[in-house]
């Protein structure tokens, strides 16, 4: 599975979009790009995922560029609350078992 | 709340004690996976079970092990503990273990503490 490169931290702040970036340059064309968070040693929670397109939920936004190597996650209006590890992720459709977490981006949302 | 369950939250034990980890998955989920997240590291896969039966291993240690029984609830065995094993453990669980867009569900974790 690709690996990924993201910044170590960021700041954010509040009520501002908060814009994560994330490199994978050696994605294949069979792996989806997977965003997780992980709230102060709290359990990880799934935020999005894609493959080709960009996605939109009620939590964020995933672009991916066309070439696919490059995605950034956006969080529309950072609150607080945001404030995280988020881990963005590479995997093959069937590979759950080989999420490679690595260290994520500290986000930091300031007041 | 995720769904997923895990007791106990927090565990004090000593060098060379035995431990078990306890997960309950999302109604539904077939599989379960667990994790360790020490504080200098990342989350690291160990296991995965898939409806009973181990799927995947990952950087699992010997004195480890793990099982997922009929009511598809699993327990992580540790034993021979180190103060190296002090860490975060996390299980997860998916509805399936092959399938994609499958997102997987983290419980609250155990926080084992060896002294």
């Known amino acids: 599975d690709a690996k990924t490169t993201q910044p170590t931290s960021m700041d954010c702040a509040e009520g501002r979009a908060a814009n994560l970036p994330c490199n994978h340059s050696?994605?294949?064309?069979?792996?989806?790009v997977y965003w997780y968070r992980q709230i102060h040693s709290q359990g990880p929670q799934y935020i999005i995922h894609?493959?080709?397109n960009n996605e939109t939920n009620e939590m964020a936004s995933l672009i991916i560029t066309e070439d696919r190597k490059s995605s950034t996650l956006i969080l529309p209006h950072a609150t607080l609350r945001d404030t995280a590890v988020y881990y963005c992720?590479?995997?093959?459709?069937?590979?759950?078992?080989?999420?490679?977490f690595g260290s994520g981006t500290k986000l930091n949302v300031k007041p | 709340d995720s769904g997923v369950t895990q007791t106990p939250k927090h565990l004090i034990t000593a060098t060379g004690q035995r431990v078990t980890l306890r997960c309950s998955p999302r109604?539904?989920?077939?599989?379960v996976y667990w994790y360790q997240q020490s504080l200098d590291q990342g989350l690291q896969f160990l296991i995965q079970?898939?409806?009973?039966?181990?799927?995947a291993k990952g950087n699992i240690l010997e004195r480890f092990s793990a099982q997922q029984f009929p009511d598809l609830h699993s327990e992580l065995n540790l034993s021979s503990l180190e103060l190296g094993d002090s860490a975060l453990y996390f299980c997860?669980?998916?509805?399936?273990?092959?399938?994609?867009?499958?997102?997987?569900?983290f419980g609250q974790g155990t926080r084992l503490t060896v002294v």
């Open positions: 997860a669980s998916s509805e399936t273990g092959s399938v994609m867009n499958t997102e997987a569900f």
């Open positions: 050696t994605i294949s064309g069979n792996e989806y």
């Open positions: 894609g493959l080709k």
């Open positions: 992720i590479v995997r093959v459709e069937y590979n759950f078992n080989k999420f490679y």
């Open positions: 109604s539904g989920d077939l599989s």
């Open positions: 079970y898939y409806n009973g039966e181990e799927r």
